[in-house]
């Protein structure tokens, strides 16, 4: 089943095309990584495949609905006044799913990542590894069947990115979640069976 | 031009930002620039005012054998002069009147030699009350001892039958102490009691009575110009005394001075230092509170410049370079609002003080200067201090969490060191019959205590940081999670939100509590001072309406039945008599002590030791009874209980003696003078002279106007109608010089404090709001509705706003109690509590409260919008 669907997209600040006639399809089950250097339209390909950017030209077409796509950014972006464990059940909190229920699952995903002993502590006293694993468990926990990552190892060393890496694949196998990611590392790429490099907003292979 | 260059652009691309900083300058440089003009414009209006409470400048009274042309040439050499009469006065055995009802023959009496338009030269000196107002004229007094009037002939006692005059008509001397003073006593030798019996004549007539018969007092009356005195009260006794010395050593000896201005100028120095600490106290805190305000809408400036500055340093640009360039930003804030705040000032004053007020030069340069160093402080300082540490990195600075700590002085305890040290000042200050200000009688210098001022000094910060301690403490509290929350509406989350933020939440709505508790405590303290100057006046009408006959008017009296008018809600009959309290005759009110409360206004202040009802029930159960002025107790070594032997005029206008007894000690009443007078059951006063002849009405009612109007038409000839709307007019307290400043002063400060309110609020949820940008992104990418987004907003803005509120209540409430009770010699009479504006309260909670909601509506609208920018910014 194809999830996310671009033909020919464009998009354009201003002046600047940021992609410039980029297809792309992400069907369930999809582990995709979007590489390319720095300035090349990996956030914004990502954003557009979410849903989260409409594009300025071409045609971007959803095969589910926005509830069923989870976002990690590139900075891991939790609220810093909330706990771990606040923080990863907000998004099932907000779908009315029962206080306690939230809390179990978001303390399961949070577990499974490493992080059981955390789940009190607030972002500040996370490392940044830390911090990006509880926006992974975060955005697990509401099972999507598109999870898009920008740069989900970013901010760890290498073994640390390539353990989150290795979770973050069996979690989407699992569950038959696709998974599409951008990095600028080829290394981390080449964890991932399917490959997009992106130069100047196009896709280059 | 690179630093111009940097101006332009950021002109041209923050708009918005450049007009709020403007504003928020403007505010501060308005109020400064305004309350500083106030300060100037009161000070000096004060001194003109207070000058022309004198009757007369100078009464020169020239020693016997003096030259009187030399003395009036000189007198016209002195600066300013505007006119100059002469007034002789003679001291004669006394007068005597024959009419239908016989002879009536006073004791001495003065016999005044006046010229013609001596009335128009000093107005205040004689009140018209029957008749013609110039010719041969009787004191009121006077013609009510010789049962006188227009028309009547009154001889003057051992000149022989030719010493006779036509009286034209009859007057009132409200000036008489002074008129009659001893010019040349020695300082403190205190005033002497103005002459019961007075005759007052043209020049002419003067010499056929009194002339070879008695000794002639000549005096010359001056006037002077009062515009050109200095400013300040003292500085303008000084320069009239100094006038009066030269002119006693230019006429060498030959005249004494009676230095009524300078009398008048001296006793306005303690309302030009109520006025001084009226502004201390209630201009201050709303000066500072606009400059701190003024200083967290400039520094909302700071998240920008400080990348804003990484650029410009990744781009080469040294710190001076960087400080250059952020000045020039600071210079241009600071001069348009600058700008801006001398408009906001001149607009403010002419509310204020109506068309005729003009800027301080000095103060608007000052306030624009402070305005421009204010903006240089807040927006360099931070730059500075950047410069030389460096910023934060993104990681670091999008996981930091508020800091929840208490600020180091609340870790100290110095909110409640403060308010105890506030506490203990005040109430070693205020025990006993403590004054703030300390006039001393005939030296110029004033003091005040300045170690009464300390406890709302003191007390200010303390309740404000006791403010911050309680907010925190109280959004500390734990939530627990509920048990279903199928809508989303995740009340724990956002109430685990406010808590973790709750240093932040406390610090505005501190703020918020600050510029509050400045209007509230304005407010009361107007309010109390409003009250108490209404109760002044009712007490000199003597109630709402009061229809008022001359006093021992015998023949005459008021009939209840005619004050029964649409409208009156209460009457009540009052005697008014004269009576003599061994040689000082005295007024004497006749009242019926059970039911004279339903009409005249009455307080516990009047009656020290007790509250006026047990006063007045004890009046009512001694009939007998009779209370008396603290001072009249004093002088005649007397004490409640003991026997009292007071002389009234019965029926017949003969005195007879009336033994009273002591039932209380009163220091004000209704209509009753400021000096000694005696309140009695108006039963006893009429079965003890035979007459019950009531000369007063007193009317209370909620229109006093109209039914002063109803009265005067039916008002019986002689009698007078006075309301408390026209009384207010005419009627001065002890401070009301200090007045006009107050209300001056109450206006800018509550003007200028709903400003800051609402600023306060908007500016506290917007600084706390600001920062949830990211959040609120955050959170709709997980999928919260806009709805389930603004809510956290709104927890915290009714976190901020309610704490904010009751705060900033309660602060204004403790503060303006202390107020009240610090400048406590600036009421007249003194409060028993202060008043609470009700009214004027809720307008500025229900101002807050939609200042608030309209902000945290369009900052969630604005906040929670989720664009490419800020999706590119995670």
């Not at chain 1, 949070?110 to 992974?136: F, K």
Request: charge should be positive; include cysteine.
């Amino acid at each position: 089943m194809i999830l996310s669907n671009a033909m020919d997209v464009v998009l354009q600040y201003g002046e600047r095309r940021i992609l410039d006639g980029v297809d792309l399809s992400v069907e369930t089950g999809e582990q995709y990584a979007v590489t390319g250097r720095s300035g090349s339209g990996k956030t914004t390909l990502l954003l557009v495949m979410a849903g989260l950017l409409p594009p300025t030209a071409g045609r971007l077409t959803l095969g589910i609905t926005s509830r069923e796509i989870a976002y990690v950014p590139q900075v891991p972006s939790l609220v810093p006044e909330l706990s771990a464990l606040d923080n990863a059940t907000l998004g099932l909190r907000f779908r009315g799913v029962d206080p306690s229920a939230a809390v179990d699952q978001a303390r399961d995903a949070l577990e499974e990542l490493g992080l059981g002993g955390a789940t009190d502590a607030l972002p500040a006293e996370l490392s940044g590894g830390m911090q990006q694993r509880v926006a992974i468990a975060r955005a697990v926990v509401l099972a999507p069947r598109l999870l898009l990552a920008d740069e989900p190892t970013g901010a760890l060393d290498r073994a640390a990115g390539e353990r989150v890496l290795t979770m973050m694949r069996e979690l989407a196998a699992r569950s038959e979640t696709a998974l599409l990611i951008a990095t600028h590392d080829v290394e981390v790429a080449a964890m991932f069976p399917r490959h997009l490099a992106l130069s100047d907003g196009r896709i280059a292979a | 031009m690179t630093a111009l260059r940097y101006l332009q652009a950021g002109l041209r691309a923050r708009r918005a930002e450049f007009l709020a900083a403007g504003l928020a300058i403007g505010l501060f440089v308005s109020f400064l620039a305004s309350l500083g003009s106030l300060v100037a414009h009161s000070r000096s209006e004060l001194t003109v005012r207070a000058a022309a409470a004198a009757p007369v400048d100078w009464q020169v009274q020239l020693v016997a054998g003096a030259d009187a042309a030399e003395a009036g040439k000189a007198l016209s050499a002195v600066p300013d002069l505007l006119g100059q009469r002469a007034v002789d006065y003679a001291r004669v055995a006394g007068l005597r009147s024959t009419s239908a009802t016989g002879t009536r023959t006073t004791g001495a009496a003065y016999v005044v030699s006046l010229p013609t338009d001596y009335g128009a030269f000093a107005p205040r000196e004689l009140r018209p009350l029957l008749g013609s107002a110039t010719g041969t004229l009787l004191q009121q007094q006077t013609a009510a001892n010789l049962a006188a009037g227009p028309g009547s002939v009154v001889e003057v006692i051992g000149v022989g039958p030719a010493a006779r005059a036509r009286v034209d008509g009859v007057v009132d001397l409200p000036a008489a102490d002074s008129f009659f003073q001893v010019v040349g006593a020695p300082a403190g030798a205190g005033a002497s009691a103005p002459p019961d019996n007075v005759l007052l004549v043209p020049s002419a007539v003067f010499s056929t009575l009194v002339e070879g018969h008695a000794t002639v007092v000549h005096q010359l009356h001056a006037r002077f110009r009062h515009d050109r005195l200095p400013s300040d009260p003292a500085a303008a006794y000084a320069l009239s005394a100094g006038r009066a010395n030269h002119y006693a050593s230019e006429v060498a000896g030959a005249a004494l001075v009676g230095n009524d201005l300078g009398a008048a100028l001296l006793g306005a120095r303690q309302d030009a230092i109520y006025a001084q600490l009226l502004v201390l106290l209630l201009g201050i805190p709303g000066v500072v509170l606009a400059g701190v305000v003024c200083a967290l809408v400039v520094a909302m400036r700071r998240e920008r410049q400080t990348r804003e500055l990484g650029l410009l340093r990744l781009r080469g640009a040294s710190p001076s370079r960087s400080a250059v360039l952020v000045g020039a930003t600071a210079a241009a804030d600071g001069l348009f609002g600058g700008a801006l705040g001398l408009v906001g000032a001149a607009a403010a004053l002419r509310l204020t003080l109506g068309s005729g007020a003009r800027l301080s030069t000095a103060w608007a340069v000052g306030a624009v200067v402070a305005g421009l160093v204010l903006a240089a402080l807040v927006e360099l300082a931070p730059v500075i201090r950047l410069i030389r540490r460096g910023a934060p990195t993104v990681q670091q600075a999008v996981a930091a969490a508020p800091a929840i700590r208490l600020p180091l002085p609340l870790r100290l305890g110095a909110d409640l060191f403060l308010i105890g040290t506030s506490a203990l000042v005040f109430w070693l200050t205020s025990r006993g019959g403590y004054s703030v200000v300390v006039v001393p009688e005939g030296i110029p210098v004033a003091s005040v205590n300045y170690a009464a001022l300390l406890a709302p000094a003191l007390a200010w910060p303390g309740l404000a940081l006791l403010a911050w301690r309680i907010t925190a403490a109280a959004l500390s509290r734990k939530h627990r999670r509920p048990r279903t929350d199928s809508s989303g509406s995740v009340p724990d989350i956002r109430a685990a939100v406010v808590r973790r933020r709750r240093g932040l939440v406390a610090r505005g709505a501190t703020g918020l509590a600050v510029a509050i508790a400045v209007t509230v405590s304005t407010a009361i303290f107007t309010t109390t001072y409003d009250r108490q100057a209404r109760v002044d006046v009712a007490l000199t009408v003597g109630s709402d309406v009061a229809m008022t006959l001359p006093p021992d008017t015998r023949g005459a009296t008021l009939d209840p039945g005619i004050a029964k008018v649409p409208g009156a809600q209460a009457v009540e009959s009052m005697q008014h008599r004269l009576a003599y309290v061994g040689p000082d005759l005295q007024d004497l009110y006749g009242i019926d002590a059970r039911t004279i409360g339903r009409a005249a206004p009455l307080q516990n202040a009047f009656t020290p030791g007790s509250t006026i009802k047990a006063t007045l029930s004890r009046l009512a159960g001694t009939p007998d009874g009779a209370l008396l002025a603290q001072e009249t107790l004093h002088d005649y070594q007397l004490h409640v209980g003991d026997l009292v032997r007071l002389r009234l005029q019965n029926a017949n206008g003969q005195y007879v003696t009336v033994p009273f007894h002591v039932a209380g000690v009163v220091t004000e009443f209704a209509t009753a003078p400021r000096d000694s007078f005696v309140v009695a059951n108006a039963t006893y006063i009429a079965t003890a002279t035979g007459s019950s002849a009531v000369q007063t009405l007193l009317v209370r009612t909620s229109d006093p106007a109209r039914v002063a109007a109803l009265l005067r038409n039916r008002a019986p000839v002689g009698a007078t109608v006075a309301d408390t709307k026209s009384g207010g007019a005419t009627v001065t307290s002890a401070t009301g010089l200090a007045a006009g400043n107050l209300a001056g002063l109450a206006k800018l400060t509550l003007g200028f404090g709903f400003l800051l309110a609402v600023a306060s609020s908007v500016l506290a949820l917007i600084v706390g709001l600001s920062q949830r940008r990211r959040s609120l992104v955050v959170l709709a990418l997980l999928g919260a509705t806009p709805r389930q987004r603004a809510g956290f907003l709104w927890t915290e803005a009714r976190a901020m706003v309610v704490a904010g509120l009751v705060g900033g209540l309660v602060v204004g409430a403790v503060i303006a109690a202390e107020l009240v009770k610090v400048l406590n010699g600036i009421f007249d009479p003194a409060p028993e509590h202060p008043a609470i504006p009700g009214g004027l309260l809720a307008i500025l909670v229900l101002v807050v409260l939609a200042g608030s909601a309209v902000t945290t509506g369009i900052s969630g609208r604005v906040l929670g919008r989720v664009d490419a920018a800020r999706l590119r910014e995670l």
